[in-house]
């Protein structure tokens, strides 16, 4: 596949697409093709380049049905198949999983969803998440496209993890490549005075994984620092005050400005991102407006991290790979 690049603006054109840097560590936009008519090998190899070198890539304008996000996902690698997803997903589609969804949870506890948000989400740095990130063998990518959107307000952001890990300095780099962490679903959750049913639901249900602070890219082999606010418990054999001093100095490296990029959602737009060197913040400037946020994702089945030192994550507990 023959690329060219105009050194000027970055833009990058191969199988007739162009690629379009738009932030300097992360984020492309890519034009000139229809993902909803079966993109030929070419495309789909310059597609997923663009994904390992911009870690975020941006389609506008596309007329995906849920069928066709699927077909296009299996291009790249295996959907996964939630064994649970809320009513507003398509029941005959088991790989969609539509994120209005998480609008019912809150609900499902008692509780509405503001003050279920404000309990998961207290603090800026615990909505930087990867997704599922506390299992064993989280997904290797997501892909989202925009059904509903408000007029203003619900942009995601994201940062590479990959340009953090790289922008430390030299002295940090070598002290965090040693490190695993613990990651597990609903750490910081701030539970109700009293009964609090969701608690008890994740501890019911509890998710867990210890994961190298650092692991390898699979695929193009770079150090990502594996961080993010939303599963990271504390980094093992570490007292808890120095583990919670270091995360939160990584953390607040994690989510500069200059590491990160910020989409601007339209009807019909698409993100794909590389689930293994990325963090994201959902929006949360949009709870208090009358408008709905209709999105759906398939994500792609992964591998279990691998450390500097060539140590595999292991399974605390509720995860096993491939079982979803």
């Known amino acids: 596949m023959t690329t060219e690049r105009d050194t000027v603006t970055g833009v990058e054109q191969a199988a007739g697409i162009e690629v379009k840097p738009v932030a300097g560590h992360i984020g492309a936009e890519i034009t000139g093709v229809d993902l909803a ?65 998480r609008l019912e949870l809150g609900g499902r506890f008692g509780m509405e969803h503001d003050e279920w948000l404000q309990r998961r989400r207290h603090t800026l740095l615990r909505g930087w998440h990867c997704d599922h990130g506390a299992r064993i063998d989280p997904p290797a990518a997501t892909i989202l496209r925009a059904e509903t959107v408000p007029p203003y307000g619900g942009d995601t952001t994201w940062s590479n993890l990959a340009a953090v890990y790289a922008g430390l300095s030299a002295p940090v780099r ?5 490190l695993r962490a613990e990651h597990r679903l609903g750490v910081g959750y701030q539970p109700r005075p009293g009964d609090d049913s969701y608690l008890r639901h994740l501890l019911d249900h509890q998710v867990a994984s210890e994961h190298p602070l650092v692991r390898v890219h699979p695929e193009t082999g770079e150090r990502v620092l594996f961080v993010n606010g939303y ?86 507990t509720g995860t096993e790979p491939g079982r979803w």
Do not use: C
Request: overall charge neutral; proline content about 8%; glycine content about 6%.
């Open 37 to 101: 008519s079966a993109p030929d090998d070419a495309v789909v190899a310059a597609i997923r380049a663009a994904v390992l070198r911009w870690k975020v890539v941006f389609f506008r304008g596309q007329r995906l049905d849920h069928a066709g996000h699927v077909a296009f996902a299996r291009r790249f690698g295996k959907p996964v198949v939630l064994r649970k997803r809320g009513t507003a997903s398509p029941p005959d589609v088991p790989e969609v999983e539509t994120t209005a969804d």
């Open 231 to 316: 599963y990271l418990e504390q980094i093992t054999d570490v007292s808890r005050p120095e583990s919670r001093a270091i995360l939160d100095m990584l953390l607040e490296q994690a989510v500069r400005p200059e590491y990160t990029v910020r989409f601007r959602w339209e009807p019909g737009s698409v993100a794909f991102w590389d689930n293994r060197a990325t963090i994201h913040l959902a929006p949360s400037d949009n709870t208090h407006l009358d408008v709905p946020r209709i999105m759906h994702r398939v994500m792609l089945t992964g591998d279990v991290p691998v450390g500097v030192d060539g140590r595999p994550s292991q399974p605390v």
């Open 174 to 178: 070598a002290f965090v490549d040693g």
